[in-house]
């Protein structure tokens, strides 16, 4: 069995210590789903809501919430963050795919900083829809890939 590094030996929560880690390329690929009426989406797509631009307030939500994210996740370390990219896929007739991809140049990985702006970006949606549509579900918040560091590649296999 794996041990749990955010735990010590006496069973306590811990945060990791990376001071003696080599700074490494990072990138992590998280995504989430939000689902809706099809006439929901319509207005997102056409911009007919009248909370606004929907799309680009989620983009921005999600790239400031990848960069709070150790102020929300207590054991995450503060990193400097290289770049932050949030895509959304409207190519469904009832949800938005929303991929967010976070890059730095540190110590420690980004994976929860890309789950973070993908689960923001999709609350923000919510949020800004739910005056047409409270049944909206945001659902298969994952993490798709990662790079670098020690552990290297991950890759979501269909079905994890």
Not at 40 to 52: D, F, M, N, S, V
Not at 92 to 100: K, P, Q, R, Y
Not at 108 to 130: C, F, H, N, P, R
């Amino acid at each position: 069995m794996t041990k749990l590094t955010h735990i010590n030996s006496r069973g306590e929560a811990q945060m990791v210590n990376v001071g003696q880690k080599g700074d490494t390329k990072r990138v992590a690929v998280a995504k989430g789903r939000i689902t809706m009426k099809p006439s929901t989406l319509e207005q997102i797509k056409t911009g007919g809501l009248e909370k606004g631009d929907v799309l680009s307030v989620a983009k921005v939500a999600g790239i400031m919430a990848a960069k709070k994210t150790p102020h929300l996740i207590p054991l995450c370390h503060p990193i400097l963050i290289d770049n932050i990219a949030i895509e959304f896929d409207l190519s469904g007739n009832d949800s938005i795919e929303i991929t967010a991809r976070v890059e730095s140049t540190g110590k420690t990985g980004v994976e929860m900083e890309a789950m973070v702006a993908a689960s923001v970006s999709a609350l923000t949606i919510y949020d800004m829809g739910k005056s047409v549509d409270r049944g909206m579900t945001i659902a298969e918040i994952c993490l798709e890939s990662k790079k670098g560091g020690k552990s290297g590649i991950y890759r979501r296999k269909r079905g994890d």
